[in-house]
């Protein structure tokens, strides 16, 4: 069984920054791809960035140049350095992996945080 455990999210204001941090846990052989979704109310999800095991890294064009997506496979986390947050970027934000376990590979979501930019 794998956990995925979210935090980092919050209320912030306009062209403030948060950083959030996705951590795996359990019996896990390897993370490939992984990736930080997005959803506002009344939209659908959206990826805002993602990372392959061998650190390619794409972004949407709507964060690009404010996000930073990276990972420490050493502790099983991946994070999303946020930086000039808008009100637009208000979202519940999901981080998504792809894992290796004994009986093979799996996909997880994490619970969701929810980020808040607003005066």
């Known amino acids: 069984q794998v956990q995925l455990v979210e935090s980092g999210g919050g209320l912030v204001q306009p062209g403030g920054s948060l950083r959030l941090s996705c951590a795996a846990s359990?019996?896990?052989?390897?993370?490939?791809?992984v990736g930080w979704y997005r959803q506002a109310p009344g939209k659908q999800r959206e990826l805002c960035a993602a990372i392959t095991s061998g650190g390619t890294i794409n972004y949407a064009d709507s964060v690009k140049g404010r996000f930073t997506i990276s990972r420490d496979n050493a502790k099983s986390t991946v994070y999303l350095q946020m930086n000039s947050l808008k009100p637009e970027d208000t979202a519940i934000y999901y981080c998504?992996?792809?894992?290796?376990?004994?009986?093979?590979?799996?996909?997880?979501w994490g619970q969701g945080t929810q980020v808040t930019v607003s005066s």
């Open positions: 998504n992996v792809n894992v290796g376990l004994e009986s093979g590979k799996y996909n997880y």
């Open positions: 359990g019996s896990i052989f390897s993370i490939s791809n």
